[in-house]
């Protein structure tokens, strides 16, 4: 797909941010981007912005410091809401992806609450920005298999590199004017924090303790706790329990 001439703004963060930037800027974009400080670990969008040359700011989007009128707006684990202004300035032509099959898991932490409740299914969805939380029409939708030994780290993963094989394709649907799809079906929503405070629970199952240990296996984000210490892996878990006796 052919960008050049077309001015677009990128809200990312962490590797799905990086390679919306990548994407964009080698279609011949003119770009400006919006990010978050990189975290211990983390893909800097800042940096690689810098070494290509792409302006980008940690600065909040708002709809009075635009660099432009923006043809499109493009949102990668973007970590802020944006604002109703930012998105008349677009016109609408303003789109996320969202790693859940929504209108299942809206707001944060997605995948870690799908495997704490043993999904099968997880997946993605690039919907339109509306004034909700995840609320907008769906523009492309695509599910990804849970594996029994995937970690919250691979799952993510997986599921990013096949979203952004479908970044370009979506950002052509909305340039061209595709209204999306009304989300229906089973609503939920989790606010941004680990599940359960991140601890675990020895009264749960085995079963749901080991997914769970696996569920929040993200570095450098905090591991699940157990009588106070970090939880990596089932082993660990099992040694501090019978030291704990």
Not at 183 to 190: A, M
């Amino acid at each position: 797909m052919e960008l050049t001439g077309r001015n677009i703004i990128v809200c990312g963060y962490h590797w799905a941010g990086c390679k919306a930037v990548e994407m964009l800027r080698s279609a011949g974009a003119n770009l400006h981007v919006h990010t978050h400080e990189a975290g211990e670990g983390t893909p800097g969008v800042v940096d690689y912005c810098r070494a290509t040359g792409v302006p980008c700011t940690i600065d909040r989007i708002t709809a009075n410091a635009l660099p432009f009128k923006p043809d499109l707006i493009v949102s990668a684990y973007y970590r802020h809401l944006i604002k109703p202004d930012v998105i008349e300035r677009a016109e609408g032509r303003i789109f996320n992806l969202h790693p859940s099959l929504l209108p299942k898991y809206r707001g944060c932490s997605s995948l870690t609450w799908a495997m704490v409740r043993n999904e099968p299914l997880v997946g993605y969805t690039y919907h339109y920005i509306d004034a909700g939380c995840d609320t907008g029409n769906i523009i492309l939708q695509k599910p990804v298999p849970v594996e029994p030994f995937d970690t919250q780290q691979t799952l993510y993963l997986r599921v990013m590199f096949a979203a952004m094989g479908d970044l370009m394709s979506v950002a052509e649907l909305v340039l061209g004017g595709f209204p999306g799809v009304a989300q229906s079906g089973e609503v939920s929503y989790f606010k941004r924090g680990a599940p359960h405070g991140g601890v675990i629970d020895p009264a749960w199952p085995d079963a749901d303790i080991e997914r769970f240990i696996r569920a929040m296996t993200f570095p450098p984000y905090p591991y699940a706790t157990y009588a106070g210490t970090p939880i990596r892996t089932w082993a660990e878990y099992l040694a501090k329990r019978k030291s704990a006796k």
